[in-house]
């Protein structure tokens, strides 16, 4: 195998540019615009971001919805344990989540507020990661998760949830339920920016990409083709699935917004290029709508197969994330870009500011 070193992934930043708040108004962000052909850096506001684009092109967005999957409750005993869900199941009310806590067995519950939510262990998975069945007294599960639970903002805030996070770690066309992180790419979006693009003839199109603590998993392996990106469930609508076909056979862009979108997106070109190769005839043609899991990692010497163009954030050094999006513009384009988003002072990861891959 091919050994590429994660230390090729690593960039030096000052603590005080992790953005620990976001800004106000959303759309206020820092945009930095890159050109990959010219290999030009340009800086701009998030505000600005549709007079990059043109008519034709296609914005896709993930419309997942976070919620407040951190749930502090009581053993029996009265110790106590924290519930961390982590990834939805099939199955009504069976969860994977991450349990902090002493002598956690199956068959264990664990009673969340005032008690009228029980967590029960079914069985371990693996480390801390357990799978669980939520009950709920009198009420809804769902409805009970909103009452007790927190918003698990990043580890990398340092701080608690604040009422400010029930707005602003959410997207604002966030429709469905399942995310424990936000598509951070999608957070400087309002109503006006929105405006804007309609008004420029750029399309909107969505998939769900339900974000799981994943995310947030650095590169441990010294050789980042060994590295393994954890599961996630997505959603690819019919909609979608024709407003991509129209925009490649027109000659518009795809422009993905976050790498959820772009690992969605890719997801579903990758198995209609494997039916492609089957059955012949090109790849547009074998594109279908999709429900189901991705582990698609992507890395250097992938070939982007939908995605033109990139919304993103600014990512953690050794993450998948930086390694997707340096095999999309280029490691050392990225890495120039970074250091100088240092220099001139940008707000970093979940709550920073935004780049836009042209």
């Known amino acids: 195998m091919e ?8 960039y030096e930043l000052p603590e005080h540019l992790v953005a620990k708040y976001p800004i106000e108004p959303r ?25 990059y684009l043109k008519e034709g092109d296609l914005l896709v967005l993930n419309d997942t919805k976070v919620i407040p999957a951190r749930l502090l409750g009581k053993k029996p005993t009265g110790g106590r344990v924290e519930v961390l869900l982590n990834r939805k199941l099939p199955q009504p009310n069976r969860w994977h989540a991450l349990i902090g806590g002493k002598k956690i067995k199956p068959g264990l519950k664990v009673f969340i507020g005032d008690g009228s939510l029980v967590a029960t262990i079914v069985k371990q ?6 799978e669980v069945e939520l009950t709920a007294e009198g009420g809804d599960v769902m409805e009970k998760i909103y009452k007790f639970g927190k918003i698990p903002i990043p580890p990398y805030l340092e701080r608690d949830e604040e009422p400010i996070d029930r707005e602003r770690y959410q997207t604002v066309f966030a429709k469905k339920e399942g995310s424990v992180a936000a598509p951070t790419a999608s957070l400087h979006f309002t109503e006006r920016v929105f405006e804007e693009l309609s008004r420029k003839g750029v399309k909107i199109a969505y ?17 980042i083709l060994e590295h393994k990106v954890d ?10 699935v024709e407003l991509i076909k129209e925009t490649k056979t027109r000659g518009g862009r795809v422009v993905a917004v976050g790498t959820t979108v772009v690992r969605t997106l890719e997801t579903l070109a990758t198995l209609a290029e494997e039916e492609a190769k089957k059955t012949g005839g090109e790849l ?3 594109l279908r709508p999709y429900a189901g899991f991705t582990d698609l990692y ?12 990139m919304v993103t954030n600014f990512h953690l050094p050794k993450s998948s994330l930086l390694v997707l999006v340096a095999t999309f513009a280029g490691r050392e384009f990225i890495l120039r870009a970074y250091k100088e988003a240092v220099e001139k002072g940008y707000r970093f990861y979940s709550y920073g500011d935004a780049m836009l891959i042209l």
Not at 35 to 45: L, M, S, T, V
Not at 231 to 240: F, G
């Open 207 to 223: 998939v769900t990409l339900h974000v799981g603590l994943g995310t947030f998993k650095p590169i441990k392996v010294k050789n």
């Open 27 to 51: 759309d206020h962000a820092r945009l930095m615009v890159l050109d990959r052909k010219r290999q030009e850096i340009k800086h701009d506001y998030f505000y600005n971001l549709p007079g």
């Open 298 to 309: 992507i890395k250097p010497g992938y070939r982007f197969k939908l995605v033109d163009a």
């Open 284 to 286: 547009l043609e074998h």
């Open 125 to 130: 998975v693996e480390g801390p990661l357990f």
């Open 231 to 240: 599961p996630e469930y997505i959603e690819v609508p019919t909609q979608t």
């Open 3 to 10: 050994f590429i070193p994660v230390e090729l992934y690593d």
